[in-house]
């Protein structure tokens, strides 16, 4: 079955980075694109970008244009979300998560099918 | 990217029917036909409901539909039940490569 398992909840200071990990099982991981979408306590969904497991090759919102970088290591099929500079309002879950690429018969594109259970950034001095 | 705009809460008897929609720009909704619908319960991840406008994934009922009008998406829920009280957002692709998501949509089950 697919699954997208996170890595742990962080606590950081402001001004500091934090990385959050994706490591995907049940599928081959470079037949996809990971996304990636925070949620802010109370709040709704926000897309920040994409990464294609298979190329590398990424697009980010442009209000994180800068301060977000997305990368994968496709020898143990985990990709990586980070974010520098933070602020307090960086506080949010963190989630990864898949979406098919056209390329690939038979996927769902443009939408997400399967989701991480969500990492928790807590940014306060 | 502005968010796509949703109206804040939508509420419904049992067994009646309820619209959604989800209002953006000719450069997402209206360009393409790329609007996904998610349902989220409280401290639960996002579960994808529709995707390309109106197509159901295995598995979703046959109670949610998707339809699309210019730079304006709709989700309707017939038959509405204590189980679909949940925040529902729309997403688009847009024309920058990139995606957003709607406001958010609360529905409250009467």
């Known amino acids: 079955q697919v699954q997208l398992v996170q890595s742990g909840a962080e606590v950081k200071k402001p001004g500091a980075s934090v990385r959050v990990s994706c490591k995907p099982s049940g599928y081959t991981f470079t037949g996809y694109y990971i996304h990636w979408v925070r949620q802010a306590p109370g709040q709704g969904l926000e897309w920040m970008g994409r990464?294609?497991?298979?190329?590398?090759?990424?697009n980010y919102a442009q209000k994180f244009q800068g301060r977000v970088t997305m990368t994968r290591d496709t020898s143990i099929s985990t990709a990586y979300m980070e974010l520098s500079r933070l602020r307090s309002d960086d506080t949010a879950v963190y989630y990864c998560a898949r979406v098919g690429r056209v390329v690939v018969p038979d996927t769902i594109t443009h939408a997400v099918d399967y989701w991480g259970q969500g990492t928790l950034v807590t940014v306060s001095s | 990217q502005s968010a796509l705009t949703q109206p804040a809460s939508v509420s419904g008897s049992p067994g009646q029917s309820i619209t959604i929609s989800c209002t953006g720009t000719?450069?997402?909704?209206?360009?393409?036909?790329?609007v996904s619908w998610y349902q989220q319960h409280p401290g639960k991840a996002p579960k994808l409901m529709i995707y390309?406008?109106?197509i159901r994934p295995s598995g979703v009922s046959n109670r949610f539909s998707g339809s699309k009008s210019g730079n304006t998406a709709s989700l309707t829920i017939s038959g509405l039940q204590a189980e679909d009280e949940a925040d529902y957002y729309c997403?688009?692709?847009?024309?920058?490569?990139?995606?957003?998501f709607g406001t958010g949509t609360k529905v409250t089950v009467l």
């Open positions: 997403s688009s692709y847009t024309s920058s490569s990139t995606y957003v």
């Open positions: 000719s450069s997402d909704v209206g360009a393409y036909k790329y």
């Open positions: 390309d406008v109106s």
């Open positions: 990464i294609n497991a298979n190329s590398g090759g990424t």
